[in-house]
């Protein structure tokens, strides 16, 4: 923990202040920085802090002076997690009578008393049924609410409760940073695409979903969100070169008026503009972009034998290639992540959905997954399959030589259009027989998208039928 304890201190060079940070990752865990008041007097101190989240990774604590003028000799650190709840409480009464408040419908409330026999309450195991006894006689629930007396200071847990010894050489009186890295905190990105009536220039809005399931409340938060797959070395721990830089990161960007968004290492890095309540069990959406006039296409693909790929041997089995012969026609939405199409910003992972207009009404047409987009790169949304078109593919040759170690296969693709707009479909063939081949016969020019892989452009008039053959000689 030490080491842990120094590498982190050194990199959490920020102005500590009473409002708490947070940096929140994709992973659904987060960096959480907040001030503790320390009073210290001259050598050995007790210090309690009961603000910690129900999730903290105790070995990540870091305590520390952040203007470094007082140098906090941390002796033991305990974090405890059980705060008192009913089970807890009837667990503490075991031989003990209560009292329980009995509500019936059409009734005055009543109060019972019954004696606890076992409360149910089984430490690191799953609780079993509670055992009271009512009247003389054994019932396996509890008969009403328990009333307990009140609590007083005998080591009943509240809240998650974080305490150190810390060794101090003078008195001193400071804001002590405080810093962990704690489950239970997630964010998520979603975007929302609009389509006119007619045609494919599109307006998008993008949204951050903050969950907190972390059992804290957050108040006036400094917010900051980390985009990119961060790798960690195990579940409860990230890399602590990666931590550092987190933090540092987190700590060295200033609050602009809006969602902000700075390059950081190999990942991004987003500033919530202003600080903001979050609670525990609350879910907070933020719009943080906005795009219009977004030039998009349409791209339809034909690929029935997706998947089909080489492994490392001649594949001369006769069925194989003809067995691929679907019919279905993708249909997907392109668009460049650029400052010409109004974006030009990197953009996190998350559901894009899409919409088009119907008059005043906008009508959902499909959603896909995006993943983490740098500036200036491609989208591809699959937006489902084309009703209107339709495709076929058929082996009409197949020959093999043996003794020459040759194959030849030839293919028929026909593409029908039954709507009323021209289109152009993307015919996609595998020649994953061999390593080797070549095409011997072709009635439209493929472009060679690997060494595999065909694509054949091919332009269709509404209502209308485009056949394309190829003719494939393999050698081995």
């Known amino acids: 923990?030490?080491?842990?304890?120094?590498?982190?201190?050194?990199?959490?060079?920020?102005?500590?202040?009473?409002?708490?940070?947070?940096?929140?990752?994709?992973?659904?865990?987060?960096?959480?920085?907040?001030?503790?008041?320390?009073?210290?007097?001259?050598?050995?101190?007790?210090?309690?802090?009961?603000?910690?989240?129900?999730?903290?990774?105790?070995?990540t604590v870091i305590l520390r002076d952040p203007a470094g003028k007082v140098s906090l000799s941390i002796l033991e650190q305990n974090y405890q997690n059980d705060p008192v709840n009913q089970m807890t409480l009837l667990d503490r009464f075991e031989g003990q009578a209560l009292g329980f408040l009995v509500r019936e419908p059409q009734k005055?409330?009543?109060?019972?008393?019954?004696?606890?026999?076992?409360s149910g309450y089984t430490p690191g195991g799953e609780p079993v049924e509670p055992m009271i006894e009512v009247d003389g006689k054994i019932v396996f629930e509890l008969p009403g609410r328990p009333l307990f007396p009140a609590l007083k200071d005998d080591g009943v847990l509240?809240?998650?409760?974080?305490?150190?010894?810390?060794?101090s050489p003078a008195a001193a009186n400071l804001s002590a940073e405080l810093a962990y890295l704690t489950q239970g905190l997630e964010w998520s990105a979603s975007y929302n695409l609009v389509l006119p009536e007619d045609g494919d220039t599109a307006d998008l809005n993008g949204w951050v979903t903050i969950r907190n399931t972390s059992g804290k409340v957050f108040e006036g938060a400094r917010i900051k969100l980390m985009a990119g797959d961060v790798h960690r070395a195990?579940?409860?721990?990230?890399?602590?070169?990666?931590?550092?830089?987190?933090?540092?990161?987190a700590d060295a960007l200033g609050e602009p008026a809006g969602v902000s968004e700075k390059a950081f290492s190999d990942f991004h890095l987003y500033t919530l503009p202003r600080p903001t309540n979050l609670r525990d069990q609350e879910t907070k959406q933020l719009e943080f972009i906005r795009g219009s006039g977004i030039p998009c296409q349409r791209r339809y693909t034909y690929d029935p034998a997706r998947g089909a790929q080489y492994f490392g041997r001649p594949v001369i089995e006769s069925e194989f290639g003809a067995q691929f012969n679907g019919k279905k026609i993708e249909s997907s939405l392109e668009f460049t992540n650029t400052e010409s199409s109004s974006l030009g910003k990197p953009l996190p992972a998350g559901t894009l959905r899409v919409y088009r207009k119907d008059g005043e009404q906008l009508e959902f047409v499909g959603e896909d997954r995006?993943?983490?987009?740098?500036?200036?790169?491609?989208?591809?949304?699959?937006?489902?399959?084309a009703f209107d078109l339709v495709g076929e593919r058929k082996r009409t040759d197949?020959?093999?030589?043996?003794?020459?170690?040759?194959?030849?296969?030839?293919?028929?693709?026909?593409?029908?259009?039954?709507?009323?707009?021209?289109?152009?479909?993307?015919?996609?063939?595998?020649?994953?027989?061999?390593?080797?081949?070549?095409?011997?016969?072709?009635?439209?020019?493929?472009?060679?998208?690997?060494?595999?892989?065909?694509?054949?452009?091919?332009?269709?008039?509404?209502?209308?039928?485009?056949v394309v053959k190829y003719t494939v000689h393999y050698t081995w």
């Open 108 to 118: 005055p409330d009543r109060i019972v008393e019954g004696k606890v026999i076992r």
């Open 370 to 385: 995006l993943d983490h987009t740098p500036a200036q790169e491609k989208v591809r949304l699959k937006m489902g399959n």
């Open 158 to 167: 509240l809240k998650p409760l974080l305490s150190w010894k810390i060794q």
């Open 1 to 59: 923990m030490r080491l842990s304890a120094f590498l982190l201190s050194a990199a959490l060079c920020s102005t500590a202040a009473a409002q708490p940070g947070l940096t929140i990752y994709n992973g659904g865990f987060a960096v959480v920085r907040d001030s503790v008041q320390l009073d210290l007097k001259a050598g050995e101190n007790n210090v309690r802090y009961s603000g910690a989240t129900s999730s903290l990774n105790p070995s």
């Open 398 to 466: 197949f020959q093999v030589d043996q003794s020459r170690r040759t194959m030849d296969e030839t293919f028929e693709i026909k593409l029908r259009n039954q709507g009323k707009k021209p289109v152009e479909i993307q015919a996609v063939e595998h020649l994953v027989r061999t390593t080797h081949w070549s095409l011997t016969a072709k009635t439209l020019e493929p472009k060679k998208v690997d060494s595999h892989t065909l694509e054949f452009s091919v332009p269709i008039a509404p209502g209308s039928e485009t």
């Open 234 to 249: 195990e579940p409860a721990l990230m890399p602590q070169r990666q931590m550092m830089k987190a933090a540092m990161a």
